[in-house]
């Protein structure tokens, strides 16, 4: 076993490679990047190059590890994903030391919302509009990452996400441009810390390079065909950001958009990505999706495909052979040039080095005598950090007759599929996350009432009746069943929750979603709770009890019923290790609920797309004036169920009037927005306010708002706080027709509420 601490030192500041691999013609000095990877480029065989260019998945069938070791000593691999501990990652490191230029090998994983500990799923952390507990998401997940070896993660995930049929609308931050874009440069600081090559820091991979999230009927890896300033103006600032923020990589989309594959379009790549926004970073294909260019019909063969891929500028190829296979035959021919590949492994190796590969390949991994006697003991978890964030994701949705807070002397049933539901509480890509960790609802509500009232429990009903849904959710995990279906028949069931109930002075039913249902590939034509659990929130409803729910859910649910039905609901979204703790004080008042919804909330599906800020149009709906000939639907009232931006609190909020510093503002010069936010509750809470734009009548239809700063604060009850936002002609900015940014002469609005519709209103000429 190799280690960088037994090698001799011949140069301080050197490592292993550049003392190594570079002592044969004077090698430059590490510090100086661009000459040592010039330097080390013009050491490498053709083979070589093309290995650094390929990135495999650990553990699947295609390679045992013995190979995948053989592969990196012969160096044909240039990093790995999927493989979670420093004892894993050892043997592939110490193999690659092995290989003739000892180049570093890098490992990733999917670290989207924690490594070990589990924090809420992305749209919860959006939920929270809270950027230092977002912060504190990415630095925890990169210190226990990095502590087991882990280099790079490939996320944020920053796909707008307006059609809440995607399943990995889960993954993502919601619907609007700016909040997922301040989330996105947060995440990306966060995960890479001071910098990608300290210790614990992991390098951020951006994903999915472009438009992921907007895939035609919300269906999973559909085409996407989007006007250019809707792409410019709503959905590419949030890569953009994360980019800006120094994010290390993209990952690109496996869409095309507007006909072209995101991985063949040169476009996106080159023109946009690399001398728009001067990346200079990695770009990562996603899984398989080289050969996927055979599918989407861009491909004739293997051959073309990759052709296609490398000139685009697709850097890597995670879990495909095709560099390997057809790139040799492709620079014999002239068809891809030298240069090309070396443009893509200077890359590679450029994130190597930002990563503090070739420093010390082993500065993560570490020595073997410190790896943990027990990767998965409760000491290396970061519970506290996770209950208080989660906290803070949750969304009071409805709370009649102060239903809420409850009281921990009451007799109460906890009830549905999901209140014990170890597994569902961590949601989709939760890492190496364990279930065997997760503190359920039904856990949480026993220990906050520990001695006090009374706790029973039944399960009331499976998650779905729906055989072939059951076996499509149970086939995502190859490691064991995610759904434990009760076989008795769901009247038992239903009966046995409503005994429970009739014994208690209040139900909790924890129903929704099971985690697989808000997943990558998991779109649903429906976005209502699966029928089993609606006749359990049916027969609840009848014995009179006051009724809790409490959601389970990766998207936007259609309730309008179950609004009817319960007298509170908490919106929990998968809420991680903590979760069950984080909704108990929640439910006894412990912690005043705070949370937002970062997407609209629709009444049913047919409405669907459903954004607040859509463009205006000639014919608008006006609430309370229905009538013939404007935009609506006729069968159901419109407009959404709840709003972006929508919360409740146990305290009430009051908003003065707003004030602008000028109605008249001059170009370059600042605009001061003020107002004054009242805790006029009885308890202390947060709330956030948020401040939204309307540019009345520019060169193309604009929004009808657009979110543009947003604050979270702490009130006590009875304080009150002056807010002052600035805003400059650089937030008055969009794309137009010609995709100039331009901010336009003209009468804005500026409107500020504690959520998006219930708004003060003033407005100012730009001039
Ligand atoms: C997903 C990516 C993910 C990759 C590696 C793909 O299926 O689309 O988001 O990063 O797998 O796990």
Known sequence: MESTMKLPLLGLAFGLVSQVALAANAAPALQDKQAFIDHLLSQMTEAEKIGQLRLISIG??????????????????????????????????????????????????????????????????????????INQVGRTSAIEASADALDMTFAPMVDIARDPRWGRTSEGFGEDTYLTSKISETMVRAFQGKSPAERDSIMAIVKHFALYGAVEGGRDYNTVDMSLPKMYNDYL????????????????????????????????????????????????????????????????????????????????SMNDSLYGEELPGLLKSGEVSTAELDHAVREVLGAKYEMGLFKDPYVRIGKPENDPKDTYAESRLHREAARDVARRSLVLLENREQTLPLKKSAAMAVVGPLADAPIDMMGSWAADGQPKHSVTVREGLRRALEGKGKLLYAKGANVTGDKAVLDYLNFLNFDAPEIVDDPRPAAVLIDEAVKAAQQSDVVIAVVGESRGMSHESSSRTTLEIPATQRALIDALKATGKPLVLVLMNGRPLSIVKEREQADAILETWFSGTEGGNAIADVLFGDYNPSGKLPITFPRSVGQIPMYYNHLSI??????????????????????????????????????????????????????????????????????????????????????????????????????????????????????????????????????????????????????
């Open 60 to 133: 699947g069938p295609e390679m045992t590890r013995e190979k995948i070791r053989e592969e990196i000593a012969a160096g044909r691999i240039g990093g790995t994903f999927n493989s979670r501990t420093a004892a894993e990652n050892r043997p592939m490191q110490d193999a690659a030391m092995r290989s003739r230029l000892k180049i570093p090998m890098f490992f990733a994983y999917d670290t989207l919302h924690g490594e070990r500990t589990i924090f809420p799923i992305s749209l919860g952390l959006a939920a929270s509009w809270d950027l230092n507990a």
């Open 237 to 316: 600032p949030p890569y953009r950001a994360g980019i800006d923020a120094g994010a290390g990589g993209v990952m690109v989309a496996l869409n095309s958009i507007n006909g072209v594959p995101a991985t063949a379009n040169t476009w996106l790549m080159n023109d946009l990505l690399r001398k728009d926004w001067g990346f200079k970073g990695v770009t990562i294909s996603d899984h398989g999706a080289i050969k996927e260019l055979i599918r989407h019909g861009v491909a004739r063969d293997g051959r073309e495909a990759a052709k296609l891929a490398i000139k685009a500028g697709i850097d890597m």
């Open 618 to 767: 000639g014919r608008p709906y006006t609430p309370g004036q229905p009538g013939n000939y404007t935009s609506q639907y006729f069968e159901e009232p419109n407009g959404p169920l709840y709003p972006f931006g929508y919360g409740l609190s146990y305290s009430t909020f009051a908003l003065s009037e707003l004030t602008l510093s000028t109605t008249e503002l001059q170009r370059g010069e600042p605009l001061e927005v003020r107002i004054t936010v009242q805790n006029t509750g009885k308890l202390d809470g947060e709330t956030v306010v948020q401040l939204y734009l309307q540019d009345v009548a520019g060169s193309m239809s604009r929004p009808v708002k657009e979110l543009r700063r947003f604050e979270k604060l702490m009130l006590k009850a009875g304080e009150s706080r002056t807010l002052t936002f600035t805003l400059g002609e650089d937030d008055l900015k969009f794309y137009n027709t010609q995709l100039h940014h331009v901010a336009e002469a003209g009468t804005f609005n500026v409107q500020v509420g504690l959520d998006s519709q219930d708004v003060q209103q003033q407005a100012f000429e730009l001039r």
